[in-house]
T-cell receptor
Framework: AQTVTQSQPEMSVQEAETVTLSCTYDTSENNYYLFWYKQPPSRQMILVIRQEAYKQQNATENRFSVNFQKAAKSFSLKISDSQLGDTAMYFCAFMKPYSGNTGKLIFGQGTTLQVKP | KAGVTQTPRYLIKTRGQQVTLSCSPISGHRSVSWYQQTPGQGLQFLFEYFSETQRNKGNFPGRFSGRQFSNSRSEMNVSTLELGDSALYLC?????????????FGSGTRLTVV
């Protein structure tokens, strides 16, 4: 069974600085997808960034980028130029597509990030 | 484009009762998944529906059930509620055949069982 581990329950960063959130996963699969989701106090889970395992290139979305190390089964999220609106809980998630093009997300326990002014 | 809509936002029920939660996916999305979020267990997959058929199911007791209608709207039902069922229930939808692009979540229904 696949598992996802986020070893940092809480982190804080000063506004405008850079922070990295860690995530490791365990799987025997070769084809899968990885995601980072953000959950602010409004409760809605928001997709931040995604990575396809067969792609070597690390994904980037504006201030958000990942460091995907497939052999090490590591998928960290870097937030540059942190903003107050980045304060939220961040979840790392793994998905192995099932037949029929459906899938289920397996989430880590989450990292609470506080951006300080 | 409207997002994933979940109703109601909050719900308080008594032990032993049953409850039905509703989820309307983004227009054009035909796959709907449900997740339970609790402080102790985190986010856990309940089930996924596509074309009115349950495609995947998580490790939850039979008291948890769901269905999907022809317009892709989905409902989740929990019977004989227990205190431990208190949680945030999240619904997510995706395009058919494109789960690799991730799922779009609703704001959830906060269920409190007293």
């Amino acid at each position: 069974a696949q598992t996802v581990t986020q070893s940092q329950p809480e982190m804080s960063v000063q506004e405008a600085e850079t922070v990295t959130l860690s995530c490791t996963y365990d799987t025997s699969e070769n084809n899968y997808y990885l995601f980072w989701y953000k959950q602010p106090p409004s409760r809605q889970m928001i997709l931040v960034i995604r990575q396809e395992a067969y792609k070597q290139q690390n994904a980037t979305e504006n201030r958000f980028s990942v460091n995907f190390q497939k052999a090490a089964k590591s998928f960290s999220l870097k937030i540059s130029d942190s903003q107050l609106g980045d304060t939220a809980m961040y979840f790392c998630a793994f998905m192995k597509p099932y037949s029929g093009n459906t899938g289920k997300l397996i989430f880590g326990q989450g990292t609470t990030l506080q951006v300080k002014p | 484009k409207a997002g994933v809509t979940q109703t109601p936002r909050y719900l308080i029920k008594t032990r032993g009762q049953q409850v039905t939660l509703s989820c309307s996916p983004i227009s054009g999305h035909r796959s709907v998944s449900w997740y339970q979020q609790t402080p102790g267990q985190g986010l856990q997959f309940l089930f996924e529906y596509f074309s009115e058929t349950q495609r995947n199911k998580g490790n939850f007791p039979g008291r948890f059930s769901g269905r999907q209608f022809s317009n892709s709207r989905s409902e989740m039902n929990v019977s004989t509620l227990e205190l431990g069922d208190s949680a945030l229930y999240l619904c997510a939808s995706s395009f058919v055949g494109q789960p690799r692009y991730g799922y779009t979540f609703g704001s959830g229904t906060r269920l409190t069982v007293v």
